[in-house]
């Protein structure tokens, strides 16, 4: 059951709103897998799902569909979403884990091979 909704507050920090979307862009990949095959869900959604708790700023309406809730949801109702599909894992994946099965945006940078460090710069 959502929660009521939160006293308005102010406006959120855009770089919290970018945060947001691209998990609510991952979360909605992960969903897509069929539940037998899904990986857990990453621990880097916690963060964003216990800081936006309390945000009674509107969901944009395509955010919501992809989080299935209604229209004029809040943030902290998709929030909520994120905090209950975490609540119950015992374990949380690498990001390399994770990256496997959920085609990720970023994923190319991720995947990058390890360089050896250049210890040159720092005298012993």
Do not use: N
């Amino acid at each position: 059951m959502l929660s009521s909704r939160p006293k308005k507050g102010p406006s959120m920090h855009p770089a919290a709103k970018l945060q947001f979307a691209r998990i609510v862009d991952e979360f909605a990949r992960w969903r897509a897998i069929p539940e037998p095959e899904r990986p857990p869900a990453p621990a880097w959604w916690w963060g964003p799902a216990f800081e936006m708790r309390d945000a009674a700023e509107p969901l944009p309406a395509a955010w919501s569909r992809r989080l299935r809730l209604p229209d004029g949801a809040r943030f902290a109702e998709a929030a909520l979403v994120l905090r209950q599909t975490l609540a119950g894992q015992d374990i949380l994946p690498w990001p390399y884990d994770f990256s496997r099965k959920v085609a990720s945006t970023d994923s190319d940078v991720r995947d990058l091979p390890v360089q050896p460090s250049d210890d040159s710069a720092f005298p012993p």
